[in-house]
């Protein structure tokens, strides 16, 4: 424990915040016209797992050999917590959802993590407070889905919107599978969670569109995006959360979770000129008010 931890929260909580909260803005700058979503997703999987693995060495850890079942744990891990997701987000963008509502609609994660946990984690069962948490989040997630004008059809875009969905069940069905994976140290099971991503969206990539590459080099701004996704987004960021873990505890993280979506609608609106909605801020007050109430009910049982 450090002999200042405060000190180190002021530093690594506001950058935290930056990283995670921009991540969807950087998304938002890849032409997928230039590097395909599944393309993207590969490249910044390699660099980022050449990059976690060079750290483990040189902090004197080594990866458990590849007989190790650990590997199937965070190799699966990676597939369906950075693989799925990071694809899903990329074509969720590209189908007309802003940054802004992405975050939102990643925002419910907790809330299915709470749901499969009752199932998957017999220390943590539903509680009415849970599952009172639970409804009042998807009454704001349904709210995002309903038309301007009142009816019983969807939005336009509801299929992009549900592809969002789908990544942040991605995120929640990591979480509970990392709870029942082997312990290793943290870095080396981020090591093995981005190798495993790393594998499987360079297979993806193959079968969804194929081995070409852009025949031209890519602009500065869309290489630079991409460049800051992969240190930053997901390569920095797992070091971050792996220290202000040390330092606090889940607790933080939970609270920080519920300031991305407004540092990430901010930056949507700052570089990629979006709009703010009004559904956006009712369906974002409501989801918070459930994933509050969530929390009390963890707190509770």
């Given at each position: 424990m450090d002999k200042s931890p405060f000190s180190n929260l002021w530093l690594l909580v506001p950058i935290t915040l930056l990283v995670w909260g921009t991540e969807y803005t950087l998304v938002g700058t890849i032409d997928a016209a230039i590097?395909?979503?599944?393309?993207?997703?590969?490249?910044?999987?390699?660099?980022?797992?050449?990059?976690?693995?060079?750290?483990?060495?040189?902090?004197?850890n080594i990866l458990p050999r590849?007989?190790?079942?650990?590997?199937?744990?965070?190799?699966?891990?990676?597939?369906?917590?950075?693989?799925?997701?990071?694809?899903?987000?990329?074509?969720?963008?590209?189908a007309g959802i802003d940054s802004g509502l992405i975050s939102i609609l990643i925002g419910v994660t907790p809330l299915f993590t709470v749901i499969l946990a009752h199932f998957f984690v017999k220390s943590e069962p539903l509680t009415k407070l849970k599952?009172?948490?639970?409804?009042?989040?998807?009454?704001?997630?349904?709210?995002l889905f309903l038309p301007a004008e009142l009816s019983w059809s969807l939005v336009?875009?509801?299929?992009?919107?549900?592809?969002?969905?789908?990544?942040?069940?991605?995120?929640a069905s990591t979480s509970i599978l990392g709870k029942r994976a082997p312990e290793n140290p943290a870095s080396v099971g981020?090591?093995?969670?981005?190798?495993?991503?790393a594998v499987s969206a360079l297979l993806g990539a193959y079968l969804l569109v194929g081995s070409e590459m852009p025949r031209t080099i890519p602009p500065a701004k869309l290489i630079s995006a991409l460049a800051a996704l992969t240190i930053g987004a997901t390569f920095f960021v797992n070091l971050l959360y792996l220290r202000l873990l040390q330092i606090s505890g889940p607790s933080l993280i939970a609270?920080?979770?519920?300031?991305?979506?407004?540092?990430?609608?901010?930056?949507?609106?700052v570089f990629l000129r979006e709009s703010l909605h009004q559904r956006y801020i009712i369906a974002l007050v409501i989801i918070l008010i459930g994933l509050a109430i969530a929390?009390?009910?963890?707190?509770t049982k």
């Open positions: 590097i395909s979503e599944a393309w993207q997703v590969a490249i910044r999987m390699i660099f980022a797992a050449m990059l976690m693995v060079t750290f483990v060495y040189l902090r004197g590849l007989t190790d079942k650990s590997w199937l744990f965070y190799g699966t891990m990676g597939f369906i917590g950075m693989t799925i997701p990071f694809y899903l987000i990329a074509r969720g963008y590209n599952s009172l948490g639970f409804f009042v989040g998807f009454i704001g997630v349904c709210v336009d875009n509801w299929q992009a919107q549900a592809l969002i969905i789908l990544a942040a069940f991605g995120y981020a090591a093995m969670m981005l190798i495993g991503g609270k920080i979770n519920y300031i991305v979506p407004i540092v990430a609608i901010i930056s949507g609106m929390r009390m009910g963890e707190k």
